[in-house]
Nanobody, 124 residues
């Protein structure tokens, strides 16, 4: 069993930055890829970013490429999402998830465990 807990969400102005974190407990996830997804009100869940088991391969949705950075610290069982140049359309609940693979995918259906999410609101 894996438990994931996101934190760091909040209110930020357009153009600002915010970093969210996801801490894993239970079974270690150091050998598993991790992903970030988000869901805005009335919209489908969408892929944001993923990171391979050792952090050497990163994948980003086109909508966030160049603005967001995913990273991980396996010693802390933590994955991060640094969000810069935030836009109102980035407003969503952000979820972290783990997949029993060395590399992530863009399909939420592939992921095995999910956190409860953290709210990110981008507004002036």
């Amino acid at each position: 069993q894996v438990q994931l807990a996101e934190s760091g969400g909040g209110l930020v102005q357009p153009g600002g930055s915010l970093s969210v974190s996801c801490v894993a407990s239970g079974r270690t996830v150091m050998t598993y890829a991790m992903g970030w997804f988000r869901q805005a009100p009335g919209k489908e869940r969408e892929f944001v970013a993923s990171i391979s088991w050792n952090g050497d391969w990163l994948d980003y949705a086109d909508s966030v490429k160049g603005r967001f950075s995913i990273s991980r610290d396996n010693a802390k069982n933590t994955v991060y999402l640094q969000m810069n140049s935030l836009k109102p359309e980035d407003t969503a609940i952000y979820y972290c998830a783990t997949i029993f693979r060395l590399y992530g995918t863009r399909r939420g259906e592939d992921y095995h465990f999910w956190g409860q999410g953290t709210q990110v609101t981008v507004s002036s």
